[in-house]
């Protein structure tokens, strides 16, 4: 739930994506599950948003569960 993450810190998605160097356009599409981060971006977001270890891992195995598992197949 990056968009979670990112209103508790109260971003934009513009001003995540300006942080990060990323088109807002991809910060949308990682926020709805269209796109999956490449590792450098998503370090680049974990960073921006200080989210810590717990949440890190929390949101990485979703991504996994989803690419293993898409639309609970």
């Known amino acids: 739930m990056l968009i979670e993450y ?17 088109d807002e356009r991809t910060i949308f599409r990682i926020e709805h599950d269209t796109s999956i981060p490449l590792v450098d971006t998503y370090a680049k977001i974990v960073k921006a948003l200080e989210l810590s270890e717990e949440e890190v891992y929390k949101e ?14």
Do not use: T, W
């Open 6 to 22: 990112r209103k508790r810190l109260n971003i934009s998605r513009k001003k995540l994506a300006d942080l990060i160097n990323v």
């Open 60 to 73: 990485l195995m979703k991504l996994i569960e989803n690419e293993i598992y898409p639309n609970n197949l």
